[in-house]
Protein backbone atom coordinates (compact mmCIF):
# COMPACT_ATOMS: atom_id res chain seq x y z
CA UNK A 1 0.00 0.00 0.00
CA UNK A 2 1.60 3.28 -1.28
CA UNK A 3 0.36 6.55 1.49
CA UNK A 4 1.25 9.42 -0.45
CA UNK A 5 0.85 13.22 1.77
CA UNK A 6 0.72 16.51 -0.25
CA UNK A 7 2.05 20.10 1.29
CA UNK A 8 3.45 23.27 0.51
CA UNK A 9 0.37 24.88 -1.25
CA UNK A 10 -0.82 27.91 -0.20
CA UNK A 11 -2.01 31.64 -1.54
CA UNK A 12 0.41 33.86 -4.09
CA UNK A 13 -0.12 36.42 -6.38
CA UNK A 14 0.68 36.09 -9.84
CA UNK A 15 4.39 35.92 -10.58
CA UNK A 16 5.07 34.51 -7.66
CA UNK A 17 6.21 30.95 -6.66
CA UNK A 18 5.53 27.89 -4.49
CA UNK A 19 7.12 24.62 -4.10
CA UNK A 20 5.13 21.20 -3.18
CA UNK A 21 5.94 18.41 -1.53
CA UNK A 22 4.81 14.78 -1.73
CA UNK A 23 5.98 12.90 1.10
CA UNK A 24 5.46 8.48 -0.13
CA UNK A 25 6.45 5.31 1.63
CA UNK A 26 9.09 4.12 1.20
CA UNK A 27 10.60 2.65 -1.66
CA UNK A 28 8.19 4.36 -3.43
CA UNK A 29 10.17 6.36 -5.70
CA UNK A 30 12.55 4.04 -7.03
CA UNK A 31 9.81 1.43 -8.22
CA UNK A 32 6.87 3.71 -8.93
CA UNK A 33 6.23 6.34 -11.66
CA UNK A 34 5.13 9.32 -10.12
CA UNK A 35 3.63 12.68 -10.72
CA UNK A 36 1.22 15.29 -9.91
CA UNK A 37 -2.48 16.51 -11.46
CA UNK A 38 -4.38 19.10 -10.84
CA UNK A 39 -8.31 20.04 -10.30
CA UNK A 40 -10.22 23.10 -10.40
CA UNK A 41 -13.55 23.42 -9.07
CA UNK A 42 -16.34 22.73 -12.27
CA UNK A 43 -13.15 21.94 -14.28
CA UNK A 44 -11.57 17.99 -15.42
CA UNK A 45 -8.36 17.14 -13.60
CA UNK A 46 -5.43 17.87 -15.69
CA UNK A 47 -2.05 15.77 -14.98
CA UNK A 48 0.62 18.70 -14.97
CA UNK A 49 3.81 16.62 -14.40
CA UNK A 50 5.31 13.26 -14.25
CA UNK A 51 8.78 11.86 -13.61
CA UNK A 52 9.92 7.72 -14.12
CA UNK A 53 11.82 5.73 -11.95
CA UNK A 54 14.80 6.81 -14.24
CA UNK A 55 14.10 10.53 -13.83
CA UNK A 56 12.34 11.16 -17.17
CA UNK A 57 9.83 14.02 -17.16
CA UNK A 58 6.86 15.08 -18.95
CA UNK A 59 4.83 18.15 -18.71
CA UNK A 60 1.74 19.53 -19.54
CA UNK A 61 1.79 22.45 -22.02
CA UNK A 62 0.07 24.86 -19.82
CA UNK A 63 2.99 24.56 -17.12
CA UNK A 64 6.11 23.76 -19.30
CA UNK A 65 9.03 25.82 -18.81
CA UNK A 66 7.41 27.38 -15.53
CA UNK A 67 6.97 24.14 -13.27
CA UNK A 68 9.99 21.48 -12.60
CA UNK A 69 8.91 18.02 -11.33
CA UNK A 70 11.41 16.12 -9.17
CA UNK A 71 12.67 13.74 -6.56
CA UNK A 72 14.82 12.62 -3.60
CA UNK A 73 14.99 9.13 -3.68
CA UNK A 74 16.95 8.93 -0.23
CA UNK A 75 14.35 11.02 1.38
CA UNK A 76 11.20 9.62 -0.28
CA UNK A 77 9.41 12.86 -1.63
CA UNK A 78 8.53 14.52 -4.87
CA UNK A 79 8.48 18.34 -5.43
CA UNK A 80 6.86 20.45 -7.64
CA UNK A 81 8.57 23.95 -8.04
CA UNK A 82 6.00 26.21 -9.93
CA UNK A 83 7.19 29.51 -10.91
CA UNK A 84 5.75 32.19 -12.75
CA UNK A 85 2.04 31.22 -11.58
CA UNK A 86 -0.81 32.66 -13.26
CA UNK A 87 -4.32 32.62 -11.63
CA UNK A 88 -5.60 29.58 -14.36
CA UNK A 89 -3.13 27.73 -12.27
CA UNK A 90 -5.52 27.76 -9.07
CA UNK A 91 -6.71 24.36 -8.55
CA UNK A 92 -6.74 21.30 -6.00
CA UNK A 93 -2.79 19.57 -6.32
CA UNK A 94 -2.43 16.04 -6.15
CA UNK A 95 0.29 13.64 -6.01
CA UNK A 96 -0.04 10.70 -7.63
CA UNK A 97 1.71 7.13 -8.12
CA UNK A 98 1.54 4.13 -10.53
CA UNK A 99 3.48 1.00 -11.20
CA UNK A 100 3.90 1.44 -14.35
CA UNK A 101 7.11 2.66 -16.82
CA UNK A 102 5.11 2.50 -20.12
CA UNK A 103 2.26 4.64 -19.31
CA UNK A 104 4.69 7.35 -17.11
CA UNK A 105 3.77 10.63 -18.67
CA UNK A 106 1.64 13.62 -17.11
CA UNK A 107 -1.26 12.79 -19.22
CA UNK A 108 -1.91 9.46 -17.39
CA UNK A 109 -1.19 10.42 -14.08
CA UNK A 110 -4.79 11.45 -13.18
CA UNK A 111 -5.67 7.79 -13.85
CA UNK A 112 -3.03 6.60 -11.41
CA UNK A 113 -3.99 4.14 -8.63
CA UNK A 114 -2.45 6.25 -5.57
CA UNK A 115 -3.02 9.83 -4.89
CA UNK A 116 -2.76 11.68 -1.98
CA UNK A 117 -5.26 13.89 -0.36
CA UNK A 118 -4.52 17.04 -2.19
CA UNK A 119 -3.15 20.58 -1.25
CA UNK A 120 -4.72 24.08 -2.62
CA UNK A 121 -3.09 26.86 -4.25
CA UNK A 122 -4.90 29.48 -5.03
CA UNK A 123 -2.86 32.49 -6.95
CA UNK A 124 -4.61 35.79 -7.23
CA UNK A 125 -3.93 38.31 -10.12
Known amino acids: QVQLVESGGGSVQAGGSLRLSCAAS????????MGWFRQAPGKEREGVAS???????TYADSVKGRFTISKDNAKNTLYLQMNSLKPEDTAMYYC???????????????????RGQGTQVTVSS
Open 26 to 33: ADTYSTYC
Open 51 to 57: ISTGGTT
Open 96 to 114: AAARTSFYCTNSAVPNFGY
